[in-house]
T-cell receptor, first 113, second 113 residues
Framework: AQSVTQPDIHITVSEGASLELRCNYS??????LFWYVQSPGQGLQLLLK??????LVQGIKGFEAEFKRSQSSFNLRKPSVHWSDAAEYFC???????????FGAGTRLFVKA | SQTIHQWPATLVQPVGSPLSLECTVE??????LYWYRQAAGRGLQLLFY??????ISSEVPQNLSASRPQDRQFILSSKKLLLSDSGFYLC????????????FGPGTRLTVL
């Protein structure tokens, strides 16, 4: 079955430190991949997406993600975290039919001063 | 540009009462529409999706229903709410037939007492 796994329920990093959020997918073929961010009490906002081509994808707010086919991974990174990055992050992938997006369970990011 | 609206923003309802949440999209035609629910501390659960007027697909059998009376209107309903219906309800849209970004509304916080 198609699935998206985010192994870390929550992560705490210090402000200014680097960040990596993990995401693994299980699909028959390479799906379209996304990272969304959700601030408390709000809807989700797209950070970046990967369809094909360059495996390092740049997004908004200084985030980037790297697609690794051999590891079935699409990890999100940021070199220096700001306190405003505290939020919940969702990795997602499209199913082959194109109607539905499958979301991971989310990783909540805490930023300490 | 496209916008998506949800109302109400918050709702407190007694157990056994009916429910109607509304979602409308502006600036696009024939979108795919989605209802998700987030229970406290949990990820996104897809409830319903629609690829056209009157076409509803249910992902999770429960006491909720959805309708799409107009192209850009998506309604989530219940005849009798349960305590377990409490959560954060998100509506989203995407371009029909495209494996692409979903755009989320601001959400409705529902508390069933």
């Amino acid at each position: 079955a198609q699935s998206v796994t985010q192994p870390d329920i929550h992560i705490t990093v210090s402000e200014g430190a680097s960040l990596e959020l993990r995401c693994n997918y299980s699909y028959g073929a390479t799906p379209y991949l996304f990272w969304y961010v959700q601030s408390p009490g709000q809807g989700l906002q797209l950070l970046l997406k990967y369809f094909s081509g360059d495996t390092l994808v740049q997004g908004i707010k200084g985030f980037e993600a790297e697609f690794k086919r051999s590891q079935s991974s699409f990890n999100l990174r940021k070199p220096s975290v700001h306190w405003s990055d505290a939020a919940e992050y969702f990795c997602a992938a499209d199913n082959t039919g194109g109607f539905k997006t499958i979301f991971g369970a989310g990783t909540r990011l805490f930023v300490k001063a | 540009s496209q916008t998506i609206h949800q109302w109400p923003a918050t709702l407190v309802q007694p157990v056994g009462s009916p429910l109607s949440l509304e979602c409308t999209v502006e600036g696009t035609s024939n979108p795919n529409l989605y209802w998700y629910r987030q229970a406290a501390g949990r990820g996104l659960q897809l409830l319903f999706y629609s690829v056209g007027i009157g076409q509803i697909s249910s992902e999770v059998p429960q006491n909720l229903s959805a309708s799409r009376p107009q192209d850009r209107q998506f309604i989530l309903s219940s005849k009798k709410l349960l305590l377990s219906d409490s959560g954060f309800y998100l509506c989203a849209w995407r371009v029909a037939g495209a494996k692409d970004t979903q755009y989320f509304g601001p959400g409705t916080r529902l508390t069933v007492l």
